[in-house]
């Protein structure tokens, strides 16, 4: 049996990039040559359609530490979920990132390591569906996710997850402008626009034995909802 603690206070593993910011950019044609201008946003969803690109994202992390009875078995498991929609196009893109590992505290060797990574083709793989709410207070996901042992070896078993996010507490709100130049090239990415909070986790997500890793609830998981893009002016 694994005991999964609920304590408020975590590792460094919480830390997450979100995908955010908000891009509004004019290209015009200037007397000393043309410019090229090739939009980019998160992932490179962007394509060069237009001068503009501008990407609404959603983004849910949960990580789940706990200690098996034996008291020398640790487990660390992690589910992110993010979905990202472009414009121009109003396409949309869902991801979810699954990570499992089980440590010997005792001998201090792996036991197993694993995530729902394809090695075959290097795509995260993901049998379900992923939800966020607008404005940031809620999200799910709800699924299988094939577990890929990243020693080599074959697949062996599938997690099945049902969490859920439940926001509490105040929303923080960040934006950035960051800018990058070198000769011939003009990069920025401005605006950086993203809105979090902490959140509670309640649900199903089980290991290769069939523990339920989420059988207590997790006060410190994150949710965020953000916006941006990019853009990159190569000058010919």
Known sequence: MLEVPGSAVRSSRLIVIFVVALLVAMLTLGAAGARTALADG?????????????????DAFVDFEGLAADGCTFVDASI?????????????????????????NCTGTFIASASNQDPSTGLTVFNGSAQFSTPVGSASVTG?????????????????????????????????????????????????????????????????????????????????????????????
């Open 42 to 58: 998160p992932g490179g969803l962007c394509q060069a359609s237009g001068p503009t690109c501008t990407t609404v994202s959603h």
């Open 80 to 104: 992110q979920a993010l979905q990202v929609t472009t414009m121009p196009g109003h396409e949309t893109a869902t991801f979810v990132f699954v990570i499992f590992s089980e440590f010997d």
């Open 144 to 236: 299988t996710a094939p577990m890929f042992d990243t020693f080599g070896n074959p697949s062996t078993w599938a997690a099945t997850i049902d969490i859920t996010w439940r926001g509490y507490g105040p929303t923080t709100t960040s934006t950035d402008i960051f800018r990058v130049s070198q000769p011939g090239v003009f990069f920025t990415l401005s605006h950086n626009h993203v809105t979090s909070q902490n959140a509670v986790t309640t649900g199903t997500f089980t290991d290769e034995a069939g523990n339920n890793l989420a059988a207590v609830p997790i006060l410190d998981a994150l949710i965020a909802n953000g916006n941006g893009g990019s853009v990159v002016v190569v000058k010919s």
